[in-house]
């Protein structure tokens, strides 16, 4: 069965930087780009980041270029979202997600609040 568990969210200051995981299980993980996306209330779902199966290719929404970094391991079947200098307007549910031929995955997401 796959599983995509993401965690790392939470309540952080503007400015301020958080690190989120997401550990995939029941596919072979180094075969597969992975995506962040996010949705904020009210709106749709959108893609912030991708990276391809082995790491080396990787881009961004332009609302998070030079804030955001998308890694992963494949040791560990973790993908990673770094966001640094974090706005009120990055408040959402990020999740990730990948794609197996015609289905596509999403883990539960986790919350990102950015507050003063």
Do not use: H
């Amino acid at each position: 069965e796959v599983q995509l568990v993401e965690s790392g969210g939470g309540l952080v200051q503007p400015g301020g930087s958080l690190r989120l995981s997401c550990a995939a299980s029941g596919f072979t993980f180094s075969r597969y780009g992975m995506s962040w996306y996010r949705q904020a209330p009210g709106k749709e779902r959108e893609l912030v980041a991708a990276i391809s199966s082995a790491g080396s290719s990787t881009n961004y929404a332009d609302s998070v270029k030079g804030r955001f970094t998308i890694s992963r391991d494949n040791a560990k079947n973790t993908v990673y979202l770094r966001m640094n200098n974090l706005k009120p307007e990055d408040t959402a549910v990020y999740y990730c997600n990948f794609r197996q031929l015609l289905n596509v995955y999403w883990g539960q997401g986790t919350q990102v609040t950015v507050s003063p």
